[in-house]
């Protein structure tokens, strides 16, 4: 690997590791043992340099990552793949914007995020959704209400790069009230349709939703968040996978369900809006 891609990898794996620490430069210069503006020279990409082999120690000991990490040798923090409950994500403290969730959409932030939802797309949902759902579900209304609007402003940041796929039926099944949505009332779901056409329009490039036949195609509910890891949605429980293989596989199943899109990104606002009217 090139010195400047190697120390450029070292660089954005350096920023993630700052921001998921909460801590301000000169805390984190503290604890890892350096001072403030030998952080501030590594954060700012002037030098090709990498640090003394004892510092590099110390922040992969002190934030407990590999060292293949940390210097882009590999994508696998630690583990190949973890468990994590559902619950875990549900009380972290300081509401959704603190959860895991969050934090790997940050620091994902400005590679493309690949999204196929249980259900209505989180951040496609309004507040009577929102209640009905919670109440069929061990998530509280305001994690998932927290969850919605977090998703929506990082939606509208202009390096987002969203694709959601999901199976064109779950919106067809929803329109006519159907399955786990019979007891919705109908206006609720217009509005509900209305609003999704609305939200799709807004963000539209930035964030495109993609429909494929489901009787086709079969996919569990999963993100995959830039090239860093993939969470599969497990009932209560996420998957985490940071190997790249694993990484890429998903990234391919991925790309062949958009594919065998049969609504592309450009035509779903119009598409929620016909649903919405009755037309379809």
């Known amino acids: 690997m090139d010195k400047r891609d190697l120390s450029g990898i070292f660089r954005d794996r350096l920023k993630i590791l700052l921001a998921r620490s909460a801590l301000n430069q000169s805390a984190f210069a503290a604890k890892v043992g350096i001072d403030r503006s030998a952080l501030s020279q590594l954060l700012s990409g002037v030098s090709t340099r990498l640090p003394r082999a004892e510092t590099l120690l110390s922040i992969a000991s002190e934030h407990r990552v ?109 329109s006519a009230g159907m399955g786990v949505w019979s007891a919705f009332p109908q206006e609720d779901r217009r509005r509900q349709l209305e609003h999704m056409a609305e939200l799709l329009e807004e963000l539209y490039p930035a964030v495109r939703l993609y429909l494929y036949d489901g009787r086709l195609r079969y996919s569990l509910p999963y993100t995959i968040f830039g090239p860093y890891r993939a969470a599969i949605y497990a009932g209560d429980m996420y998957l985490v996978l940071n190997a790249t293989a694993a990484i890429r596989a998903l990234t391919k199943h991925f790309d062949n369900l958009i594919r065998a899109a049969t609504v592309n990104a450009h035509e779903a606002a119009a598409f929620a809006a016909r649903l919405a009217r009755g037309d379809d």
């Open 66 to 174: 590999s060292l293949d990490w940390l210097l882009g040798l590999s994508q696998d923090e630690a583990l190949t793949g973890e468990m994590r409950a559902t619950l875990e994500l549900e009380e972290a403290t300081g509401g959704y914007d603190r959860t895991l969730l969050a934090r790997w959409h940050t620091e994902a932030a400005g590679t493309k995020i690949r999204y196929v939802p249980a259900g209505i797309p989180d951040l496609l949902r309004t507040d009577a959704l929102i209640d009905y759902e919670s109440d069929m579900s061990s998530r509280s209304r305001e994690v998932q209400a927290g969850e919605t609007q977090y998703r929506i402003d990082y939606s509208r940041r202009p390096e987002t790069d969203m694709e959601i796929c999901m199976p064109r039926h779950v919106l067809e099944i929803f």
